[in-house]
């Protein structure tokens, strides 16, 4: 269990930077909460779902876009997403997925609700060989199917997914469990990555680190109790702090420019008294030498 403040951002840098050369890597935060037993659930409650669904429903900036799905699970962990099914009886546009979890940091906040920040890996298979599966035998096939309709809200690399979730054990019809579900994903890895590289050459882990709480910390701004464990007080990254660092090193980068174009200018002045030393020296040489050779005469 990751330690609340600097440490969290700390652990979520060497978390990053592990992992940072994978072409397939997912990050993803989602709230939740850690049971008696330590272990992680995710979800929240329907009031807390529809609070941040208003907040961000007023955003400015943000795409939104709804998709209703079913979510076929296997033994081998192999997940066929099932799209926009049609009403015809016939199975819908089909995408599949074999994610597996590399690493999490779960974050007790003492508050209300926890966190988890996640990087996995997920490799995409033909979706064709499980279009039998996912059809009339589905009840036998999947351990379980997923009915998710979802809300999600973009801004550049960052995705808010709000999601209704019916769990079906078995993949049958009969809904044995209803959730609700927020989460925080990075949609387009190589934008993250190319926008760190850029910002934050020295320290690209840090930039995505703090991106990604930053985007979290959007929440705070709807003011409610539910999500104080997004509270600077817990997670400590404040905007302004942050932006205020920036500043720091354009200021630092800025300084030595400065510093290091001053010197030039120095050598350039030194190297030039230099030479004008030298050439009155040797106009005095020549001036010597013409009178000398006037005394001769």
Not at 53 to 75: C, P, V, Y
Not at 84 to 95: N, Y
Not at 211 to 230: G, Q
Request: proline share 1%.
């Amino acid at each position: 269990m990751a330690a609340i403040g600097s440490e969290v951002m700390a652990s979520l840098r060497d978390m990053f930077k592990r992992y940072w050369g994978m072409k397939e890597m997912e990050i993803e935060l989602k709230l939740g909460h850690v049971n008696h037993h330590g272990r992680f659930q995710t979800g929240v409650k329907k009031d807390e779902y529809d609070r941040v669904m208003a907040f961000l429903s007023k955003g400015k900036g943000f795409q939104r876009h709804e998709e209703t799905t079913n979510d076929f699970i296997f033994s081998d962990r192999t997940r066929i997403t099932q799209r926009a099914p049609k009403g015809d009886g016939q199975v819908g546009a089909l995408e599949g997925m074999r994610k597996e979890r590399l690493a999490d940091i779960d974050v007790h906040t003492g508050g209300k609700l926890d966190l988890r920040v996640s990087v996995s890996s997920e490799i995409a298979i033909d979706p064709a060989k499980w279009r039998q599966k996912v059809g009339e035998q589905v009840a036998t096939n999947a351990t379980s199917r997923r009915t998710k309709m979802r809300t999600s809200f973009s801004y550049k690399f960052w995705q808010y997914d709000l999601t209704e979730v019916t769990l079906h054990e078995g993949g049958g019809g009969r809904a044995d469990y209803h959730s609700f579900e927020v989460e925080l994903e990075c949609t387009d890895l190589l934008a993250l990555k190319r926008a760190a590289e850029e910002r934050r050459k020295h320290d690209p882990f840090g930039y995505a680190a703090e991106s990604l709480l930053l985007k979290a910390n959007d929440l705070i701004r709807a003011k409610m109790d539910c999500f104080d464990l997004l509270h600077q007080k817990y997670l400590h990254v404040d905007p302004a702090h942050v932006y205020m660092e920036e500043k720091k090193r354009e200021w630092r980068d800025v300084l030595v420019a400065k510093r290091r174009r001053e010197e030039g200018e120095r050598k350039v002045e030194s190297g030039s008294g230099e030479g004008e030393k030298k050439r009155a020296q040797s106009k005095e040489g020549e001036e010597g030498e013409e009178q000398a050779k006037k005394r001769q005469k």
